[in-house]
Nanobody, 115 residues
Framework: QVQLVESGGGLVQPGGSLRLSCAAS????????MGWYRQAPGKERELVAS???????NYADSVKGRFTISRDNTKNTVYLQMNRLKPEDTAVYYC?????????WGQGTQVTVSS
């Protein structure tokens, strides 16, 4: 089984920054796509950002220019740098690992943007 452990969430004021981390129990080079999703109360889970094994990235329009996804293959960790946070960014953020034959989810980390 692949374990994904998220960390870095917390409470920040609007305009602040956070960096989320997702540590995988296996080499992320064996995972086709790793991504960050989020789910706010009463809303559907949505893709925030993703990165392929080849390094290609994709972002939701709502976070372009503010969020950056990156990875450290040596540490088997994917990051989400979140800048200029807005109240509407408040959600539980989930790490996802997706390959051809399987997919795994982390337990989530809460991000709250409030004054």
């Amino acid at each position: 089984q692949v374990q994904l452990v998220e960390s870095g969430g917390g409470l920040v004021q609007p305009g602040g920054s956070l960096r989320l981390s997702c540590a995988a129990s296996v080499s992320i080079l064996t995972i086709n796509v790793m991504g960050w999703y989020r789910q706010a109360p009463g809303k559907e889970r949505e893709l925030v950002a993703s990165i392929t094994v080849g390094g290609s990235t994709n972002y939701a329009d709502s976070v372009k220019g503010r969020f950056t996804i990156s990875r450290d293959n040596t540490k088997n960790t994917v990051y989400l740098q979140m800048n200029r946070l807005k109240p509407e960014d408040t959600a539980v953020y989930y790490c996802n690992a997706n390959s051809i034959l399987w997919t795994y989810w982390g337990q989530g980390t809460q991000v709250t943007v409030s004054s």
